[in-house]
């Protein structure tokens, strides 16, 4: 049994930053892929950003590009989302998630394991 663990959420003014992290317990997936996704009122769940095993390659959607950064430490199970010059439209509850696959990352269903969700508000 694998449990994900969001923490970090919060309300921030635009331009603020924020720092998630998602920490895994039970068995170790050290190894999984783990990737990040959001979903705001209304809309579907969307792609945010991933990482491999390692931290060697990343993922990010075209909107983050730039702004938001993912890491892991696999030593403390722990997978991150660095969140730097927020946007009221990033405003949304956030998830991670982990595979032990390593394609099709920016899609939902690739993905095993997922948390319960952190709540993400930016105010104009």
């Known amino acids: 049994q694998v449990q994900l663990v969001e923490s970090g959420g919060g309300l921030v003014q635009a331009g603020g930053s924020l720092r998630l992290s998602c920490a895994a317990s039970?068995?170790?997936?050290?190894?999984?892929?783990k990737g990040w996704f959001r979903q705001a009122p209304g809309k579907e769940r969307e792609f945010v950003a991933a990482?491999?095993?390692?931290?060697?390659?990343?993922y990010y959607a075209d909107s983050v590009k730039g702004r938001f950064t993912i890491s892991r430490d696999n030593a403390k199970n722990t997978v991150y989302l660095q969140m730097n010059s927020l946007k009221p439209e990033d405003t949304a509850v956030y998830y991670c998630?982990?595979?032990?696959?390593?394609?099709?990352?920016?899609?939902?269903?690739?993905?095993?394991?997922w948390g319960q969700g952190t709540q993400v508000t930016v105010s104009s």
């Open positions: 998630a982990a595979t032990q696959l390593v394609l099709n990352l920016r899609v939902s269903h690739t993905y095993d394991y």
């Open positions: 990482i491999n095993w390692n931290g060697g390659v990343t």
């Open positions: 039970g068995r170790t997936i050290s190894s999984y892929t």
